[in-house]
């Protein structure tokens, strides 16, 4: 890849509104009609798939991996090196959207009660007293 901005796809489809972002649900059905159209199934195990989710994080990670923090907050400004993140982004996130639909966890609402139990783990500090 040069690098030159033409050579990077549009970061949403173009049959795609760019107001409409797609939904959890639609995107969970369309990995599954992807991987039965191919049969697939078969190898689509929980532990196949968060071995294949782990994989996919480690190649995300290298992307920054010897990055400097000034360097690697400025990543996206590179058209060649932001579309290989948004693509390990994507990947990362077909594989735990993959792994939730094989064990039926609705991701959404295992956040929603990761961030409540945090919440109370991890209270905010009162403010500073005037």
């Known amino acids: 890849m040069s690098g030159d901005p033409q050579d990077v796809p549009p970061a949403v489809p173009s049959d795609s509104p760019a107001d409409v972002p797609p939904d959890v649900t639609a995107l969970r059905r369309r990995l599954a009609e992807f991987a039965a159209a191919r049969n697939w199934q078969p190898y689509h195990t929980p532990k196949n798939l968060v071995a294949a989710l782990s994989v996919e994080a480690a190649e995300l990670v290298e992307i920054f991996q010897w990055l400097t923090p000034e360097e690697s907050a400025r990543v996206m400004?590179?058209?060649?090196?932001?579309?290989?993140?948004?693509?390990?982004?994507?990947?990362?996130?077909?594989y735990l959207l993959q792994?939730?639909?094989?064990?039926?966890?609705?991701?959404?609402?295992?956040?929603?009660?990761?961030i409540d139990r945090n919440e109370q783990r991890f209270p905010a500090p009162d403010p500073p007293a005037p």
């Not at 792994?99 to 990761?114: H, N, S, T, Y």
């Open 77 to 94: 400004d590179d058209p060649g090196t932001a579309h290989r993140v948004r693509d390990e982004v994507a990947d990362v996130l077909a």
């Open 99 to 114: 792994f939730c639909e094989v064990l039926d966890i609705d991701p959404l609402a295992a956040l929603a009660a990761k």
